[in-house]
């Protein structure tokens, strides 16, 4: 059986196919790269949108390629980021297009919420990290503007959500990703309905939640056609590309507990536990329960991670300068300058000029400051690595023994640099793959839900390369 994997990042989208076999009584993974596509948060107005539409036909671009290779696909499943959603009315239209998390909207509702709210209580149910991209501070800008998409929405629908409700008609909403809103209960795994209801957001906005490893739906009859796949199974895997990346990390069946950085835009630092913790430590901490597969608990904290180098990648090709990685890596590897900046400082979220906003952060507070690109790239990834291990000693307070291993997955396990930064800076070996443990991770648990694999055990068996 082949599965597709429709993976959205926050630069592009891809179409991948996983198909299962077996050599020499082992089951491996064979992929295949079948569509590429852009996407690109687009400003209009006062708010800066994701363009849900194209990206929507531009999935649907994919299938048809998958049809056309004459693969015979069994399942179809999407990740996306967390946090964002769409809303769709009584007649299952889009409301309006998903605004990006990025967008100047949620400024102050951290504040405003709290002013109100007990942060203990509140993280003792949802145990998520406050930040202000989140749902719940989404919703609640839009509350405060009286938002009329509000007064007609019918369902509120995070990303992957939409994409999979456009595809088969059927509206639900996957674990993995309501867990990044801020308004799950991480106990109970349902809705916080009383935080809701304190919010005065009607309750049928929020759909009812499965779990990964179960079928969503069926292609729709129009899509299906249109595609040529016929009749498809959508599944929800973990919708949120942290979780699938996880469930794809290759650790052993005795490691415990498995750690990782889900390393891209973002990093995600954290382990892998089969409770949620929600003491006052963790939230001081700034940990995160986010869901994972197979009744785990992603325990993370969400630090800004190569979004750094992309904006400055970006400039530099706006300038007329553009660099490769690999002369500008090995440049930075030369690269003396011993400066370190906070990389979640409210400055570096989306400032104009990357480049502007770490010289002047550095000017103000007396560091020495990068003057070329080298410096800056240097500059970048120790002050992740300096993260990391800040975040890893303060998990490392929370857990019964300290991790003794660290696997980078994702694009971002690519940064050889990066990886020797972050092994001297942990002191703890780290392991870098697989690079695409999300659509593995996506791949597999689809398999899981038909059966082709039993558990996440299998999954991380197959997964090791």
């Excluded at 309006?96 to 102050?108: F, K, L, S, W």
């Excluded at 990290?129 to 719940?136: G, H, K, P, S």
């Excluded at 088969?168 to 106990?187: D, F, H, K, R």
Aim: net charge negative.
């Amino acid at each position: 059986m082949t599965y597709l994997a429709i993976d959205f990042g926050g630069g592009s989208g891809r179409v991948v196919a996983g198909t299962i076999t077996t050599e020499g009584g082992r089951k491996q993974l064979q992929m295949q790269l079948v569509h590429r596509f852009q996407n690109r948060q687009v400003r209009l107005g006062d708010h800066v949108y994701w363009d849900f539409p194209a990206l929507f036909e531009d999935m649907k671009a994919g299938l048809r390629k998958a049809a056309q290779m004459g693969l015979k696909v069994a399942g179809i499943a999407v990740d996306t980021w967390g946090v964002d959603f769409g809303l769709i009315d009584r007649q299952g239209n889009l409301v309006g297009n998903p605004v990006c998390y990025r967008d100047a909207r949620t400024q102050g509702m951290a504040d405003h919420f709290f002013s109100h709210t007990d942060r203990t209580d509140h993280y003792a149910v949802n145990g998520t990290q406050v930040m202000e991209i989140n749902t719940l501070f989404q919703l609640l800008s839009m509350k405060r503007a009286s938002s009329p998409q509000l007064q007609i929405a019918d369902r509120l629908l995070f990303t992957p959500d939409l994409f999979s409700f456009f595809l088969t008609g059927e509206a639900n909403t996957e674990y993995t990703i309501a867990s990044t809103s801020e308004m799950l209960n991480a106990t109970t795994r349902t809705w916080d309905w009383p935080l809701i209801d304190r919010l005065g957001l009607p309750r049928h906005l929020f759909c009812p939640i499965v779990m990964p490893g179960t079928v969503r739906g069926q292609l729709r009859a129009d899509i299906a056609e249109e595609t040529g796949l016929g009749q498809v199974d959508v599944i929800a895997v973990g919708s949120h590309d942290t979780a699938s990346a996880v469930a794809a990390v290759p650790a052993k069946a005795d490691e415990r507990p498995v750690a990782f950085i889900s390393s891209g835009t973002w990093s995600l630092l954290g382990v892998e536990l089969d409770a949620p913790i929600l003491t006052e430590e963790a939230r001081r901490a700034q940990f995160t329960n986010e869901g994972g597969i197979g009744g785990k608990i992603t325990f993370l904290q969400n630090i800004t991670g190569l979004w750094f180098l992309q904006r400055l990648m970006a400039e530099w090709a706006d300038e007329g300068d553009e660099q490769q990685y690999e002369p500008l890596l090995a440049a930075a590897e030369r690269a003396e300058i011993q400066t370190v900046i906070p990389v979640d400082a409210p400055e570096f979220q989306n400032p104009k000029s990357m480049q502007q906003a770490i010289r002047g952060y550095c000017e103000r507070q007396a560091l020495d400051v990068p003057q070329t690109k080298a410096d800056l790239t240097r500059v970048v990834l120790q002050s992740l690595a300096a993260k990391y291990a800040e975040a890893t000693q303060a998990l490392n307070a929370m857990l019964p023994e300290p991790i003794k291993k660290l696997h980078i997955i994702g694009g971002g396990s690519q940064n050889k640099l990066l990886n020797r930064l972050t092994q001297q800076a942990l002191g703890i070996p780290v392991e870098a793959g697989p690079v695409e443990a999300t659509a593995i991770g996506n791949i597999l648990t689809q398999a899981l839900a038909k059966g082709e694999v039993a558990d996440i055990h299998e999954m991380r068996s197959i997964a090791i390369v």
